[in-house]
């Protein structure tokens, strides 16, 4: 462990060996200043620090390091309650620790944070290196074993696969130019292979054929009065904001991204994702989503969306629908959205009608929303990358919770069924016989 130091001042010495004194170590219920002693083959301070078990909050001449458990606290800290910002971190560890809250120590945390998540995710890639996981669209087909592997001599399904496709824009993210400065530039990106880059959505931004009506809906649930003709009538259009003309798809200049669209299977593990840019829930969106889905799953899919109905028109329209026609790709209305959907359309497109959809709701997307919707306070005035590293650390958290709980979406149903078999068959046989041999005593 570190030594306590006599020096006033921190002091990186690189005459003989490097030395690094007077370090301020940061940890969950310890701060002290110390010195690091480091090994002979250790050529920066972080190697010095790492090996004592703390990350240092500059790369060269660190004057505070935070340690790895306190990083990994937080980290499972956040991931489990998203609310949970950096802010809130640093003002428990100064009441922990019995000084006053320093704003400035935010930024600090949130370095060696971005580092040890650099640190994770380079670690992982080794992993995944190694046991063959890095192939292209690995993920997508080994993330839920109930929707995507196939047994031998199975039989063939009606849908070989399931997915929801929504939007929410929730997690918007202002502009940093309507504050009057200039943003800074970070090359960083996403880590993740959940995103569709900007490029692979804008394929999709001028091939559909979209309505182009006027602008005459001020809201969209406003009341509508029936008229004669009105029985003979059969759209959805009017009443939803997404299955509008594009012009109507506008949002505030003041947001760079206004939000995100997802792809998730029928189990809720979420499978791809965009943002939306400065705009509403354009069309391009889930035809981009649509276009990695086919390529990754094939034919006999089936994707839910809450304006189904409408968006097929699109899709058929556009320069996917050939090839999702030649796929039996099927648009459905989930469950949640349909009965806001006239009979008629239910009829056609709410998946209680539709053979081989099971119980499958198609409203995952919904959840999935209900939890990221948290993350909303930590990343409206983030920068792109750190949003995308929140959502990124969110998304992986739930996959792997969902992934635990695939053996319950088994289990629980099989055991509800013998329930109700053994329930049956002890309630036939304690009922009275009636003359004709029937177990209905009112035979």
């Known amino acids: 462990m570190p030594s306590a130091p006599n020096e006033d001042e921190p002091v990186l010495d690189h005459s003989d060996t490097l030395t690094l ?24 301070p972080n190697e010095s620090l790492i090996y004592h078990g703390y990350l240092g909050c500059s790369p060269l001449h660190p004057t505070i390091a935070v340690s790895l458990r306190t990083l990994a606290v937080y980290r499972q800290s956040h991931r489990t309650c998203p609310r949970f910002s950096i802010q809130a971190q640093c003002k428990s560890l100064c009441h922990l620790h019995n000084i006053p809250y320093r704003p400035y120590f935010n930024t600090q945390f949130s370095d060696a944070y971005d580092i040890y998540l650099e640190i994770l995710h380079r670690v992982d890639g080794i992993i995944k290196a190694a046991l ?3 192939t292209p669209n690995w993920r997508l087909l080994n993330s839920c074993p109930c929707c995507f592997y196939k047994l031998e001599g199975e039989h063939p399904l009606a ?3 399931l997915a929801t496709i929504d ?17 800074r530039h970070d090359s960083r990106t996403y880590r993740s292979d959940y995103w569709l880059s900007r490029a692979e959505v804008d394929k999709f931004k001028n091939s559909a054929q979209t309505q182009t009506v006027r602008l005459t809906y001020n809201d969209d649930w406003e009341d509508v009065v029936p008229s004669a003709s009105a029985s003979a009538s059969f759209h959805c259009v009017d009443r939803w904001r997404n299955a ?21 299977c029928r189990h809720r593990i979420i499978l791809l994702a965009c943002d939306m840019v400065q705009s509403g829930e354009l069309a391009k969106y889930p035809l981009a989503i649509i ?18 109905c409408a968006f097929s028109k699109t899709l058929n329209n556009s320069s996917l629908g050939p090839g999702a026609r030649t796929l039996n790709l099927r648009m459905m209305v989930g469950a949640f959205h349909g009965h806001a959907h006239n009979r008629r359309c239910q009829i056609d497109w709410h998946p209680l009608y539709i053979d081989g959809t099971g119980h499958t709701e198609g409203e995952g997307c919904e959840h999935i ?29 739930w996959d792997e919770d969902k992934y635990s709980a695939l053996s319950k979406l088994i289990l629980v149903p099989s055991f509800r069924a013998e329930s109700r078999l053994m329930y049956r068959y002890i309630l036939t046989q304690s009922l009275p016989r009636g003359s004709n041999g029937c177990s209905n005593s009112y035979c």
């Open 369 to 397: 929303f209900s939890s990221s919707n948290q993350l909303a306070r930590g990343t409206r005035h983030a920068s792109p990358f750190h949003r995308h590293q929140a959502i990124e650390q969110h998304f992986s958290f």
């Open 132 to 134: 063959k996981y890095n």
């Open 159 to 161: 849908f070989e696969w």
């Open 244 to 264: 509008g003309p594009e012009q109507r798809k506008q949002m505030f200049s003041i947001f760079d991204e206004s939000g995100i669209f997802i792809a998730a």
């Open 291 to 308: 276009n990695r889905l086919l390529d990754v799953y094939g034919k006999n899919g089936g994707v839910a969306y809450d304006i189904g």
């Open 21 to 44: 004194q007077n370090i301020e170590l940061v940890d969950i219920f310890s701060r002290k200043r110390a010195s690091v002693q480091p090994q002979p083959f250790h050529n920066f």
């Open 167 to 183: 939007g929410n824009n929730s997690l918007k993210r202002w502009s940093l130019s309507i504050y009057g400065t200039s943003p």
